[in-house]
């Protein structure tokens, strides 16, 4: 596994597991089996796995790019390792996890179809929770302002942000299929609160999502 030297290491970007915003955490919880064996990417400060150890009773493991990040996981006590997920994926041998996770991060990836591929390969199945770029006031901002949207799911400017690949769930769910994929479980997440599953109804979400959690498996 490669180990990154950073030059400036700063602070996990997750936000800690406590904060109203972070209802994907509870929802991604509720997706995951007692007793499995996790593998969070691009896991922060192990704020989520520390949540699943405690609730599910997980087998839990993390890979973090900055180094800020694998430090508060280790003094957490959670196994963490420090890793890209566009690079060293491919180091995890076959059906190595039950759930692999990306929370939050799919966006900030250089590859997310290859990123994706890798999930599955490497887990029964996948979870990936991000923010919704076709929620309606996205598209209300972008058509009234002119200009990149500033909401609570996408708080930053966009020259300071570190997304590279937004999307909107429609455009997840089209990939997921795709690529041979099934979607088992799919939650909206809005003003701090989760949604009805919506899985078969994308284009309900799609609007007024601000964040999606899919739950994923193999055709």
Same mark, same amino acid.
Not at 130 to 157: C, E, I, K, Q, Y
Not at 163 to 180: I, K, Q, S
């Given at each position: 596994m490669t180990v990154l030297e950073l030059s400036n290491p700063a602070a996990p970007a997750r936000r800690p597991v406590n904060d109203p915003s972070r209802v994907d955490y509870a929802v991604i919880a509720n997706m995951v089996r007692a007793g499995a064996r996790v593998l969070d990417i691009g896991c922060g400060d192990g704020a989520l796995l520390d949540l699943l150890a405690r609730s599910k009773n997980v087998r839990g493991r993390g890979l973090e790019l900055s180094q800020a990040g694998v430090n508060a996981c280790v003094a957490r006590g959670l196994a963490v390792i420090q890793g890209d997920a566009d690079r060293d994926?491919?180091?995890?041998?076959?059906?190595?996890?039950?759930?692999?996770?990306?929370?939050?991060?799919?966006?900030? !990836?250089?590859?997310?179809?290859?990123?994706?591929?890798?999930?599955?390969?490497?887990?029964?199945?996948?979870? !990936?929770?991000?923010?919704?770029?076709?929620? *309606?006031?996205?598209? *209300?901002?972008?058509?009234?302002?002119?200009?990149?949207?500033?909401?609570?799911?996408?708080?930053?400017? *966009?020259?300071?942000?570190?997304?590279?690949?937004?999307?909107?769930?429609?455009?997840?769910?089209?990939?997921?299929?795709?690529?041979?994929?099934?979607i088992e479980r799919a939650m909206p997440i809005a003003r701090g609160h989760a949604g009805a599953p919506f899985a078969k109804t994308i284009w309900r979400a799609n609007w007024f999502a601000e964040e999606a959690v899919f739950l994923l498996a193999r055709a």
């Open positions: 994926l491919a180091d995890f041998p076959d059906d190595s996890f039950d759930y692999v996770i990306l929370s939050d991060t799919i966006q900030q !990836v250089r590859h997310p179809r290859r990123v994706l591929g890798e999930l599955m390969r490497i887990g029964a199945r996948a979870i !990936v929770s991000f923010p919704n770029f076709g929620h *309606w006031r996205v598209r *209300w901002l972008l058509a009234t302002r002119g200009r990149m949207p500033d909401t609570p799911a996408l708080p930053s400017r *966009w020259c300071d942000t570190e997304n590279l690949h937004l999307c909107t769930v429609r455009d997840f769910a089209e990939l997921a299929a795709e690529m041979g994929y099934r």
